[in-house]
């Protein structure tokens, strides 16, 4: 079975269960209570995984670049592949930490969605 196929399920199953909550509150918040740990787990390695994609393929270019073109280690594209890296993996670092510090989570007490409207002065 192709990987493809299943990774395309997934987020067409996801965009279906977002579109329904969205339309139906009744339950929502004690959902959105429970799923979120899994949401942000989920987001950061999502988050994670395409950061490593990334150093992945900037290693592969720099080692292409000196095996196939005789290209030093020292020299000006080695150098910024390099720092290119080096400042991708600082930026997904303080990412990464921004979303899971307790500085900038707010617990709300208040209620987002309520049953009955009112509309009185």
Same mark, same amino acid.
Do not use: C
């Given at each position: 079975?192709n #990987? #493809? #196929?299943v990774? *395309?399920?997934v987020?067409?199953? /996801?965009?279906v269960?977002?579109?329904?909550?969205?339309?139906?509150?009744?339950?929502?918040r004690r959902?959105?209570?429970?799923?979120l740990?899994?949401?942000?787990?989920?987001?950061?390695?999502?988050?994670?995984?395409?950061?490593a994609?990334?150093?992945t393929?900037?290693?592969?270019?720099?080692?292409?670049? /000196?095996?196939m073109?005789?290209?030093s280690?020292?020299?000006?594209e080695?150098?910024?592949?390099?720092? *290119?890296?080096?400042?991708?993996? *600082?930026?997904?670092?303080?990412?990464?930490?921004a979303?899971?510090?307790p500085k #900038? /989570?707010?617990? /709300?007490?208040?209620?987002?969605?309520?049953?009955?409207?009112?509309?009185?002065?």
């Open positions: 079975m #990987y #493809y #196929y990774l *395309l399920f987020v067409h199953t /996801q965009w269960i977002g579109f329904l909550n969205f339309w139906h509150r009744g339950e929502g959902v959105r209570i429970r799923v740990p899994w949401h942000v787990f989920l987001g950061l390695y999502t988050y994670a995984l395409a950061i994609t990334a150093e393929g900037l290693l592969e270019k720099v080692t292409f670049l /000196q095996t073109r005789n290209v280690k020292h020299s000006t080695s150098m910024m592949v390099n720092g *290119l890296g080096l400042v991708l993996a *600082l930026l997904s670092a303080f990412v990464i930490l979303a899971v510090s #900038y /989570q707010t617990i /709300q007490t208040k209620h987002l969605y309520s049953d009955t409207t009112s509309f009185s002065s």
